[in-house]
């Protein structure tokens, strides 16, 4: 075991005590087989993120939010792919129990391809500086950087530039941008209409010979919003550096190609709702006298849910639009989990007796979102029990969905349909001694 795992499994058996109130130093013997699950979970996944040498990056975010809670600074209580990590929860990088939402750790780390984990916290506006200037003193300036984004050339944006080059009057090309389809990935040689337009008029099929060639280029850059790389080691020569308007320094090379070389980069965001109800906290403090601890803030709390379906949500995030407020109206939510739906959905809510299931195996996956599938985890749960694919299979497979790899999709939608066709004979036939042939 290594000193990394050895010191992230000692404050993940603290964690345990302070989130399930379990002592496990006595071992396994002298608890339930609940515990024993979440003790199961937790060794678990240190496996997976020790072999994926991921140790010292829960250790270096847990270090990083352990600063800011001790200098008071509001962090948001988790988001992205992280909360489904359980070690995330007992290293108090999250404040979101996964075994209570039914959250899958392979969605945040494929065993398989053993991805680099990728966290996002919140952090308060107000003193975003105080947490970076810390990350720079503990973990070095030559270490540590901001990530480059790139603003590339729009087919709407060269033909305005082009255009003026041209000489070619507002009107004109006015006419042609509004031609121009806005659907991501769209170029001007996939549109009919633009085609027919250039073989009509040779100074805009001049114009578009132009166009074709930049469209997709880089055109500018700048500091990506919140995401940084920390390395053990100094980034100089491993990364292209340069200095950013405001002096920080960032790698020029996109997230993408970070990932891809195995650094470990995270986003903290700033998030202005944290800092919004922080000052709301420390205004109750000022004129009542008391205080309050939001992370200990019950989730049942009915006047909440009362404000919420009398439609009072100014300033809540998510819920201040118009039409959020006169869905949360109609819905009525009583508990967090219709909170958290209602979010996802805005149909089949008051009539769930309109639903059936296909296979028994839906209901206990998708009768919480009255028969939709909204959830991740829902998706991967199907592949498991439906196709028998393993939950590290099905989180590779959300990977590939997720970058377009079209043709591993391809592969796996034949895997799928042959798994179901063969898990259905099963279920028909017996264990395969009918004369099934399975």
Partial sequence: MSE??????????????????????????????????IVNR??????????????CHFLAISDILSFARQKAIPVGTGRGASVGSLIAYLCDINDIDPLKYDLLFECFINPISLNTPHFEIDICQRRYDEVMEYI??????????????????????????????????????????????????MTLKKSPSLRHMAEKHSWINEMFKHVEILEGLNRSMGVHCGRIVINANPLAGLVPLVKAENGEIMTEYPFGICKKLGLFSFDMLVFREITFIQDVIDNIKKTIGESIDWS???LKDEATFDLLSKKD??????????GMQIF????????????????????THHFPQSISHEYPELQDIISETRGI??????????????????????????????CGDSTTIEQ???????????????????????GCGL
């Fill in 42 to 55: 937790m060794e678990y996944e240190l496996d997976i993120i020790e072999k994926g040498k991921f140790c």
């Fill in 4 to 37: 990394d795992k050895k010191r992230l499994r000692q404050i993940c058996i603290k964690g345990l005590k302070k989130r399930y109130r379990l002592d496990y130093k006595a071992g396994l013997n002298t608890i339930n087989d609940e515990e024993k699950n």
């Fill in 412 to 434: 796996q939608k034949t895997n799928f349909i042959s798994s179901c066709y063969r898990k259905t004979l099963i279920r028909a036939y017996g264990s395969g001694k009918s």
């Fill in 328 to 347: 949360c109206n109609s819905f009525h939510a009583k508990t967090i989990n219709d909170l958290i739906l209602m979010l996802s959905i805005s149909s």
């Fill in 313 to 322: 949500t100014d300033g809540i995030f998510l819920l201040q639009g118009r």
């Fill in 136 to 185: 720079v003193t503990k973990y070095g300036n030559d270490c540590v950087s901001q990530v480059a984004s790139y603003g590339r050339f729009t087919p709407k944006r060269l033909v305005r530039d082009i255009a003026q080059v041209f000489k070619r009057n507002m009107s004109e090309t006015d006419f042609i941008i509004d031609l121009i389809p806005c659907e991501e990935g």
């Fill in 373 to 402: 599938l909204i959830y991740t985890e829902q998706v991967m749960q199907i592949l498991h029990q439906i196709a028998a694919f393993t939950l590290a299979e099905v989180a590779r497979l959300r990977a590939c969905v997720l």
């Fill in 296 to 298: 200990t803030v019950t």
